[in-house]
């Protein structure tokens, strides 16, 4: 790996040397605000930025050329490492921290640049560029969406679609969808709804108790491992009652196994879970003790498109320690951005098969489909 770091008097301006001296492939390691010298004596300082890039020592086109790849400011590369990683430990927030904010420079730097040449001949896909720019998808996918458009416009024949109507359904097929009901044969069924605290699990399974048992005259039965709270279960208790749904609370692996073998005349039994946060030491742990080792079980990650990306990103990691089936995105009517989860549905390619909006219920729920998903990420902010 070579480093280098360029000094300019803004981002616009450093990020294009970099370009133009490491190429496309540099990635951008920091970028910090400095007093730099000005080039004629006597003038002082004036402000600028400093920003640190890496490329792959083989692809680094002065390589070779005998230099040490210090750039302007007369750095050596160990001591560019030594600022960049200094001896005791990151705290994983701050470098999470440091990754957004260079995300955020990176989506600056793509719409300050505006489209790529080639796409300007195309004046509406131009355009539908850039509000994608400014929806906050991740940028590596926003790549990846441009080198689609770029060879559909040279392999492009007759085809009944406009250009903008081909580009959008590149987006619309980034991410999978999945109706769980449908994906599997047989019954009992036995879906288990797992997530961080106050997601909306426990409203969500009253949703689907109440469209299955009362709409589609499915035997719907319910479970109750919420056992972090007193009297958890008393919210589940009352939808069973009015839905006339047997519910059973269960604490411990081998209760929910009993639970389970009682219920397998039914159709489908709805397992709610205590809401855990996904920081929790031991949450792992938990989660197997619990629930690890039952393929019978589908377990659904709920998720709220309230929660900001890099807590998204942790909470899937930590609930993945059991076989995801679905997400069941949650409250997407409380926000208008609904790029993080885009950005995790095409992460993953776990499939996504609810959308619950509002707390309403049985009504504020529906099916996912590709279309309504890139409808919430394209209506944002017109
Ligand atoms: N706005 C909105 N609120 C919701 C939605 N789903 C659940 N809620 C609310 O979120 C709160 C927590 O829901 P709950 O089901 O108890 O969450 P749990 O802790 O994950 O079981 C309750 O006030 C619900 O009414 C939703 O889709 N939209
Ligand atoms: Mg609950």
Request: hydrophobic fraction near 40%; aromatic fraction near 8%; charge should be positive.
């Amino acid at each position: 790996m070579k480093l280098k770091t360029f000094s300019a008097r803004d981002l616009k301006e450093a990020l294009s040397q970099v370009k133009k001296e490491m190429g496309p492939e540099a990635v951008i390691l920091s970028t910090q605000s400095r007093w730099l010298k000005e080039q004629r004596a006597g003038r002082g300082r004036r402000p600028g930025v400093e920003v640190t890039a890496a490329v792959d020592l083989a692809a680094f086109p002065g390589n070779g050329e005998g230099g040490n790849g210090n750039g302007g400011n007369g750095k050596g590369e160990a001591e560019i490492m030594r600022d960049l990683f200094p001896p005791f430990r990151t705290p994983v927030s701050q470098i999470q921290e440091d990754l957004d904010e260079v995300k955020d420079l990176l989506r600056q730097w793509m719409r300050q640049n505006g489209p790529p040449s080639w796409l300007l001949q195309h004046k509406e896909l131009a355009m539908f560029y850039r509000f994608l720019t400014r929806t906050g998808l991740d940028e590596r996918f926003l790549q990846c969406w441009l080198d689609n458009v770029q060879s559909m416009l040279e392999q492009r024949g007759e085809q009944p679609l406009t250009l903008k109507e081909v580009a959008v359904r590149y987006l619309m097929h980034a991410f999978e969808v999945v109706d769980p009901w449908k994906s599997k044969e047989g019954k009992p069924r036995y879906w288990t709804f797992i997530g961080p605290t106050g997601v909306g699990k426990t409203t969500t399974i009253a949703k689907l108790a109440a469209k299955f048992g009362l709409y589609e005259k499915l035997n719907v039965g319910l479970i109750s491992m919420d056992n972090q709270r007193l009297g958890a279960h008393n919210q589940l208790a009352a939808y069973g009652r009015i839905t006339g749904q047997p519910l059973v609370v269960v604490h411990q692996r081998q209760d929910l196994l009993a639970a389970l073998e009682k219920m397998a005349d039914l159709d489908l039994v709805l397992i709610d879970t205590a809401g855990r946060s996904p920081y929790a030491s031991g949450l792992q742990k938990e989660l197997n003790l619990l629930l690890g080792g039952l393929p019978e079980l589908e377990h659904h990650l709920v998720l709220s498109a309230t929660t900001k990306e890099s807590n998204l990103i942790n909470a899937i990691k930590r609930f993945s320690v059991l076989p995801i089936s679905s997400y069941i995105i949650s409250k997407v009517d409380e926000t208008n951005d609904f790029s993080a989860i885009f950005n995790q549905l095409c992460r993953h390619r776990v499939p996504v098969s609810y959308l619950t909006a509002g707390q309403q219920v049985p009504e504020d729920i529906e099916l996912a489909s590709r279309r309504r998903v890139t409808e919430l990420l394209l209506r944002r902010r017109n």
